[in-house]
């Protein structure tokens, strides 16, 4: 299959269908010595049209980038040995061909998912408190943390120099935040924090950025920084908001999952306890980590059965808090509809 990633969203989708095994063919640097000179010689990147079998995948939101390294089995023969390791770095724009022994159907699905999220808005929430703003835009595979402003905001002793310095920060925040809407697909805006700071921001955005402050949407929280974007995702605001929101209903579904688990009640995790639920008609919702699908391609089966007796199959990424709360159980677990004896 020919596939060609616009956005880092894309990059997270691909990274979690390749895998060990896979060939994956795309455009590679490599160095080429000249024989002929000095020892001393690094040689000369040349770029070239690899096809390697993989055998690990990395990615990196940071840097916009898919790193996959495999063993060479196609190239130009005369430049590059069979067997030996290369890396194929994957960028927004880059074409490459992926070949699997078998296609299953939750990699269609999660290829259909992805064409899907492209047409989709983002949301950026906005944690403001005194002198500290968090950034983060709510991506598909996760929250991205783009920045935190701060700034030194004078005590209300001298309430004229109390004003400036407030006001110069709030400009601060108001340009980075129009910033990232003018450059994200960003459809909305969550001021969120603590007290009257989010407020404030919110004057200072509707001075500045009119149109802007119509996305904006003013959220409480009893606290400020990464704590209350985490607060606004476990509330579902984004939902509220964005109904299609993936990673607001990871997050809500797995804190879901632990509620039940805390009151012994309707919870299951681990594979034999989950297959067994799913046996009996018990599963409402499955919840399995893509590390998990990665760690055990059988698990198709599993998924079928589960769709079978109509539970809800999510998908969880491993790459925000609600993936990592899963995989401390394992990787999979269940919401069920009653108590299996």
Not at 151 to 157: D, L, Q
């Amino acid at each position: 299959m020919k596939l060609r990633p616009e956005n880092v969203d894309d990059l997270w989708y691909l990274k979690s269908i390749v895998e060990e095994g896979d060939l994956l063919y795309g455009v590679a640097y490599r160095r080429v010595r000249d024989e002929e000179r000095v020892r001393a010689d690094k040689g000369e990147r040349v770029r070239m049209f690899l096809g390697i079998k993989v055998k690990q995948v990395e990615f990196s939101s940071y840097a916009m980038r898919l790193r996959v390294t495999g063993e060479v089995f196609s190239g130009p023969e005369d430049l590059i040995s069979f067997g030996t390791h290369q890396t194929i770095e994957i960028k927004p724009g880059d074409e490459v061909t992926l070949q699997k022994r078998e296609w299953r159907r939750w990699h269609l699905e999660r290829l259909a998912e992805a064409e899907k999220a492209a047409r989709e808005a983002r949301v950026l929430i906005a944690a403001v408190e005194e002198g500290e703003a968090e950034l983060a835009l709510v991506r598909r595979y996760g929250v991205d943390y783009l920045a935190r402003i701060t700034g030194s905001i004078a005590g209300k002793r001298n309430l004229k120099q109390h004003e400036a310095s407030a006001k110069q920060f709030y400009a601060e925040v108001a340009g980075k935040i129009a910033e990232v809407v003018d450059k994200e697909n960003v459809e909305a805006v969550v001021l969120a924090g603590p007290g009257f700071w989010k407020e404030a921001l919110l004057n200072a955005i509707k001075e500045r950025y009119p149109e802007l402050a119509k996305r904006c949407y003013l959220e409480g929280t009893g606290c400020g920084g990464r704590s209350a974007v985490q607060e606004v995702l476990r509330r579902r605001v984004i939902e509220r908001i964005l109904k299609e929101s993936r990673i607001s209903e990871e997050t809500a579904q797995v804190e879901r999952f632990y509620e039940e688990l805390a009151k012994g009640g309707l919870a299951a995790y681990g594979i034999a306890e989950v297959s067994r639920a799913i046996e009996y008609g018990a599963v409402d919702t499955l919840l399995i980590s893509d590390n998990f699908l990665r760690r055990h391609p059988e698990c198709d089966e599993l998924i079928e059965r589960a769709k079978a007796i109509r539970a809800v199959v999510l998908i969880v990424s491993t790459e925000h808090e609600a993936g990592e709360r899963l995989e401390a159980v394992g990787g999979i677990a269940a919401i069920l509809r009653y108590r299996v004896g």
